[in-house]
């Protein structure tokens, strides 16, 4: 069969598009960079989509051919509706008007009323935006996704595994979890597109072992070959205020995170083997087969040790910004006389490198990865050149004013290498 994935470059979606190829299926797949995606996948067509811009003649155009869409993207905390229920209902539309025999939405087994998110409303409506669509549909509501390579929540589980001395484990309402191999989810997606049996069901693919969130981080601590670790429960007064933070700025801990944790995502294995025929494995088989290795240590240890990079390079430019503004014009003044600078320069100067400072620390905040690099590596650079050049007595200074750019260079480098999440 033909398979468009949208979503294809996401965590769940490249599993997804891995399984189909292994089952011989022909996969096309969509994504915001398709370029990118291609380079995953040099078999597979790639096509630029987004569900914010692309429209029903775009969707049109890619359906051609198609025998099952597989609808793979989602969001947490962003553009849910977008996302989740606008974006799909124009696909969905051009589904039906080009013939397509089935649709499969991944949604999420948390997505009940009673969990009170965003996400899990606009899952829910996405879900029934989908049932009214006319055309023919599967819903699979996964637990837990997890895989050799992480994203979201089992790149926390995995962050918290790896810190040292002690454990912390998020406050999660004494929820429990039945984590499913991403790849596990992908051969269950190539059987439901072929099975007429099971048009119009919401299935909840889930492992057969339950865990509670220590219990789960515990595993993890195994895996990695840390050993047992005495656990901190944190309280959720302590981690709100994070989470919080998390909502405003995009961390790994959001107000939604906590909330979904809570909800828990427990599943019935056996009812979901009944219904499919396919037994998915269990978590602590498939963490055996797949041995961690020093990447996965390094994943671990640094998940966190990458939030406090981040913090780091933002108070050193907002400090940097204060310091200009307030101490900054005696050293102005230094460097424009040893260079023959004006004075009636010296204030524009001040004024130019705190607004620029001040630009590298928004930049780092609402995550623009790219263009932070090349800003932090233009300021210092730029600012050692400068002052190599007016005040070179200053790589002799004690408090080594000019010596301390060599780590801050390697830091920011770090950072730049840390910040993709994908």
Same mark, same amino acid.
């Given at each position: 069969?033909?398979?468009?994935?949208?979503?294809?470059?996401?965590?769940?979606?490249?599993?997804?598009?891995?399984?189909?190829?292994?089952e011989g299926h022909r996969v096309t797949g969509t994504a915001r960079d398709a370029d990118r995606l291609k380079q995953i996948f040099p078999s597979i067509t790639a096509l630029r989509a987004?569900?914010?811009?692309?429209?029903?003649?775009?969707?049109?155009?890619?359906?051609?051919?198609?025998?099952? +869409?597989?609808?793979?993207?989602?969001? *947490?905390?962003?553009?849910?509706?977008?996302?989740?229920?606008?974006?799909?209902?124009?696909?969905?539309?051009?589904?039906?008007a080009a013939g397509v025999r089935r649709i499969i939405l991944i949604s999420a087994i948390s997505a009940r009323p009673d969990v009170d998110t965003d996400y899990a409303r606009t899952k829910l409506e996405g879900e029934e935006v989908l049932r009214? @669509?006319?055309?023919?549909?599967?819903?699979?509501?996964?637990?837990?996704? +997890?895989?050799?390579d992480s994203f979201g929540g089992s790149s926390v589980l995995r962050g918290l595994a790896g810190l040292p001395f002690l454990t912390p484990v998020l406050p999660s309402n004494d929820a429990r979890f039945s984590p499913l191999h991403a790849s596990d989810l992908g051969r269950i997606i190539a059987r439901v597109g072929g099975d007429d049996r099971l048009m119009g069901q919401t299935l909840e693919p889930c492992g057969p072992e339950t865990? @509670? *969130?220590?219990?789960?981080?515990?595993?993890?601590?195994?895996?990695?070959?840390?050993?047992?670790?005495?656990? =901190?429960?944190?309280?959720?007064? =302590?981690?709100?205020? +994070?989470?919080?933070?998390?909502?405003?700025?995009?961390?790994?801990?959001?107000?939604?995170?906590?909330?979904?944790?809570?909800?828990?995502?427990?599943?019935?294995?056996?009812?979901?083997?009944?219904?499919?025929?396919f037994?998915?494995?269990?978590?602590?088989?498939?963490l055996e087969a797949e041995p961690a290795g020093v990447q996965d240590r390094w994943h671990a240890r640094l998940f966190f040790l990458a939030i406090a990079v981040r913090a780091s390079l933002i108070f =050193?430019?907002?400090?940097?910004? *204060?310091?200009?503004?307030?101490?900054?014009?005696?050293?102005?003044?230094?460097f424009a006389a040893a260079i023959g600078l004006p004075a009636a320069l010296v204030e524009p100067l001040i004024?130019?490198?705190?607004?620029?400072?001040?630009?590298?620390?928004?930049?780092?905040?609402?995550?623009?990865?790219?263009?932070?690099?090349?800003?932090? *590596?233009?300021?210092?650079?730029g600012y050692t050149i400068g002052l190599t050049i007016a005040l070179p007595g200053l790589w002799a200074d004690p408090f080594g004013a000019l010596l301390k750019n060599v780590p801050i260079l390697a830091l920011i480098a770090v950072n730049a290498a840390l910040s993709e999440s994908r």
């Open positions: 069969m033909h398979f468009l994935v949208v979503g294809a470059a996401g965590f769940i979606g490249r599993h997804i598009v891995a399984a189909l190829l292994a987004d569900f914010s811009s692309t429209t029903d003649e775009d969707w049109c155009t890619a359906l051609a051919g198609i025998d099952v +869409v597989v609808n793979a993207a989602g969001q *947490l905390n962003r553009q849910l509706r977008n996302v989740h229920v606008d974006g799909p209902a124009a696909l969905y539309r051009a589904a039906l009214s @669509s006319g055309v023919a549909w599967t819903i699979l509501r996964p637990s837990l996704v +997890v895989a050799g865990y @509670s *969130l220590g219990e789960l981080v515990a595993v993890y601590r195994r895996w990695l070959g840390y050993g047992a670790s005495r656990q =901190l429960r944190l309280s959720e007064a =302590l981690v709100a205020p +994070v989470a919080r933070m998390g909502e405003w700025l995009g961390g790994p801990i959001s107000t939604t995170t906590m909330r979904q944790l809570a909800a828990g995502n427990a599943g019935d294995a056996a009812a979901f083997t009944t219904a499919t025929g037994a998915p494995r269990e978590l602590t088989a498939v =050193l430019w907002l400090a940097s910004a *204060l310091s200009g503004l307030l101490f900054g014009r005696a050293q102005a003044d230094a004024v130019v490198t705190v607004l620029l400072d001040l630009v590298a620390a928004a930049l780092l905040l609402t995550r623009r990865w790219r263009l932070a690099l090349t800003l932090q *590596l233009a300021l210092v650079l």
